[in-house]
């Protein structure tokens, strides 16, 4: 695979992806929903995380008013791993972390994610310390009316229909996205398919990213298998990981 070029010391976070994958590494990374996050148990949730984890992501749909720099900031005092935001809008932003997924919604054609939000944060990004990373975000039909469907008004793209999925993805590389993330939903009954990750694999040139509905052991090494860069899961890793 082709991968873009990077100049390592101002997109350390990215570099540090493409390396990885360069060498043969698959990436994982947990997701923390600010508003569920139980500041009190910092220390016990970052010693319950998988061994493998390389990002933490910080972001939900809905999240209080500066609840998102609190968290960030409880995880900088007990962690050194990279803490990359996931923001559901423009008021989720903060300095305080790492990096940024720029998101993109590019599935459900809403402007207001596609772009709007996007021009709503560039006065709080022109000037920031974030690494920010431009992300195709693509939301696959996962059985269930996931709130990110229910924020952004939009539907997702069903299982069945792989080339909307692909050509989707191709949009996005070609419209100059440095990651596609796709995406079940948080407590997606049906993960994304291994199908669809083969056949964005086989299509794109940068890297993938695979979350939603990946609840044990088996599903994470079954997106990997399918072509999956990285894999991103929510609290479910808590639970028993050879389920």
Known sequence: MLLPMINPSSHPIYSSILQSI??????????????????SQTQGFLDRMPSDTDFILVGGSQVKHQQTEVVVKQLKSFT?????LFPGDVNQLTDSADGLLFLSL????????LINQQVKSISKLK????????????LIDGGKTTSVLEISQTKAIPQNQISTVVHTALAGQFSGKLLIYLEAGSGAKTPVSAEIISEVKKAITIPLIVGGGIKNDFQKQSAYEAGADMVVMGNSFELNSSS
């Open 22 to 39: 360069q060498n043969g590494n698959r990436l994982f990374s947990i997701l923390i929903d600010p508003d569920k996050f139980n500041l």
């Open 80 to 84: 050194r791993l990279p803490i990359i």
């Open 106 to 113: 590019l599935s459900g054609q809403n402007p207001e994610y």
């Open 127 to 138: 000037n920031s310390t974030l690494e920010i990373i431009p992300t195709g975000y693509i």
